[in-house]
């Protein structure tokens, strides 16, 4: 990495957390640490929403995604506008009108205490483990590309959001989170406008596309409603709009962005901006990954792009063999590289050498799994899933200096956004539900903020050490993706009940919602359902279950006492 | 966390709802032109 790189890093993560500190100076009361002091405007609002949801791992792994499967991924995010509509139109006003910190709250005034710290319990399950994973996603990227520690990239994260979060609270995670947001939107236009550039000349935007659908890598709707493929409309429709609802309607990292409103309008319009610019966001970044397989149709790819891992191979006894994997990668790349001449030349005619492209490309691919098993053969520990590696490689290998050092600031901005959202709900949550709700009923305001800064650090101490030991997962994105989709069905399922059921009771949900949890777990370790639709048995069991129990359980002679 | 400035109409946020939703359908006919014609 140059000084010029290393310049534009550290300056921006310096402008942005100083950016915070300055605006959030000054005494602190409840209202301002833990609400944000109810005066933001709809488009901090719907930046913060959108900052909070890009993590790191969107991207590192996206990219990787559209590079690997294509645009398909996109289709995760049709249920965004659709959940935003509905929680404007339904949920947000009610968490206004019962004026409560946290959503937990309302469980409380609509069922009773234990609903309220049932559901507060799996969100600080939940999304504890989620900071740790956004911390530690970019973490061992960053750290197995540029040669940092480990340990040090994780202690940096987790030190400078923690810093900011605790002094400033709600405020300063929603003022950051503004620069974040125009950083990481910004360089990831650069990137795409700098990779389309890199293309070669002959080559027009309309060819690049093409040549992508050759691959089919262009193909982002599937219509054909199949359970066992993870992303298609009907499963973006039905189970993607289930984990938005949940998301966004009941993850206090979330709720709490909204709340700082400084009316319910502004609220409202800052989530239906999250619902206009979710799907064009996701298309830039998987279209990103879209543009850098094309680049790698006119410049040899690496076979496997986890270099370290290769290394350790090149070190071992079967070195001949990566050398030999290597070789009939390269000539195949050749091949396909003349065939790619001949189909750019001739724009008529171009279906014959399709068939024989998509037939040389199958035949590298089988290479690239032969060298992935290799991988294994003599690591057997090591991530073969090397599709989140290849947005970094080739931002480090082909971008010109500055450029890197603005992707990586887009890496750690989004980093720091997610944790900080993240760390400032849980050390919320504790407090409000927990702290002062049933261990110290009497605390004052000022007892209040000092628990919340205290939370606040701790819950950043436990997710850097979550991160420092995380095994390595598949893929990343995907494991934070199913880690909530196990946890959100029910917890969307206990709101609608409390929304929409007035006859439920709060002793019958609360039996529902651990019996639908427990068949989401049964559904994860027992089942091929695609993850999506996890959201959706959790939910359905939750609303199902309550009548069920209810209908065996006496109603209490007191409406009062459930 | 105010109270609504002024009364808002349901017709108002009714037409805005309509406009996110609108905009998701015209996405997603984009999108699977995209895919058929680049197939």
């Not at chain 1, 350790?312 to 994997?325: C, E, F, G, I, N």
Request: hydrophobic letters at 50%.
């Amino acid at each position: 990495m140059s000084g010029l790189d290393w310049a534009v890093l550290v300056g921006t993560i310096a402008l942005i957390v100083a950016y915070g500190a300055w605006k959030t100076r000054g005494a602190q009361t409840v209202g301002s640490y833990l609400r944000g002091g109810s005066d933001a405007k709809w488009w901090t609002i719907g930046l913060s929403i959108m900052a909070t949801q890009a993590s790191a791992i969107t991207f590192l792994s996206t990219p990787g995604q559209g590079f690997e499967d294509g645009l398909g991924f996109v289709q995760f995010y049709f249920g965004v506008p659709i959940a935003m509509v509905i929680l404007s139109a339904t949920i947000v006003p009610i968490y206004y009108r019962t004026r409560v910190l946290t959503a937990y709250e309302y469980l409380e005034q609509r069922f009773d205490l234990k609903t309220r710290q049932l559901t507060a319990l799996i969100f600080l399950l939940q999304r504890g483990l989620g900071a740790g994973l956004s911390i530690y996603a970019p973490a061992i990227i960053l750290s197995t590309v540029l040669g940092w520690s480990l340990l040090w990239t994780n202690l940096v994260i987790g030190v400078v959001v923690i810093a900011y979060t605790v002094s400033g609270g709600t405020r300063a995670v929603n003022q950051t989170q503004q620069l974040q947001m125009a950083v990481m939107l910004g360089g990831m236009a650069l990137a795409f406008g700098y990779i389309l550039l890199s293309l070669p000349p002959q080559l027009s935007a309309g060819d690049a596309l093409e040549l992508a659908g050759v691959f089919g890598k262009m193909k982002a709707v599937d219509f054909e409603p199949k359970l066992e493929t993870r992303y298609t409309f009907w499963s973006g429709i039905t189970g993607g709009t289930f984990v938005a609802l949940a998301y966004f309607g009941t993850d206090q990292s979330q709720v709490q962005r909204y709340l700082s409103g400084e009316t319910l309008k502004e609220s409202r319009m800052g989530l239906l901006m999250n619902g206009l610019v979710k799907v064009p966001m996701q298309l830039l970044i998987l279209g990103v990954g879209v543009l850098v397989f094309v680049f790698f149709q006119f410049h040899a790819r690496p076979v496997f792009f986890n270099a370290p891992e290769l290394d350790v191979v090149r070190r071992s006894d079967r070195a001949p063999a990566l050398v030999a994997l290597e070789q009939r990668h390269d000539a195949l790349f050749e091949e396909k590289r003349a065939l790619i001449d001949q189909w750019v030349g001739s724009p008529q005619g171009r279906a014959p050498l399709e068939q024989q492209l998509r037939a040389v490309e199958d035949r590298a691919k089988g290479v690239r799994a032969e060298t992935r098993k290799l991988v294994k053969e003599v690591s057997p520990r090591a991530n073969v899933k090397d599709a989140d590696y290849v947005f970094l490689t080739f931002v480090m290998k082909n971008f010109p200096p500055g450029l890197v050092g603005l992707l990586l600031a887009v890496i750690l901005s989004a980093a720091m956004s997610a944790t900080a959202s993240a760390l400032n709900a849980l050390g919320t949550t504790t407090v409000v539900d927990f702290y002062q709700r049933s261990w110290r009923p009497g605390a004052t305001d000022a007892d209040r903020v000092r628990a919340g800064k205290r939370f606040t650090v701790l819950w950043g101490v436990l997710a850097m050490a979550f991160a420092m030991f995380a095994a390595q997962l598949d893929n990343l994105i995907q494991a934070v993706n199913i880690l909530g989709s196990i946890f959100y069905g029910p917890m969307l399922g206990v709101f609608l009940v409390g929304f929409f059921f007035k006859s439920a009771r709060g002793t019958p949900v609360f039996v529902a919602t651990l019996a639908a949890q427990a068949l989401v777990l049964a559904a994860f370790f027992a089942s091929d359902i695609g993850f999506l639709w996890y959201n959706v048995i959790g939910c359905a069991g939750v609303v199902l279950f309550t009548f069920a129990v209810q209908a065996v359980m006496p109603a209490p002679k007191s409406w009062e006492n459930p | 966390m105010a109270p609504e400035s002024e009364p808002e109409t349901e017709g108002r946020w009714g037409r805005a709802y309509g406009l996110v939703l609108g905009v998701l359908a015209l996405e997603v006919v984009l999108l699977a032109w995209m895919s058929w014609s680049y197939a």
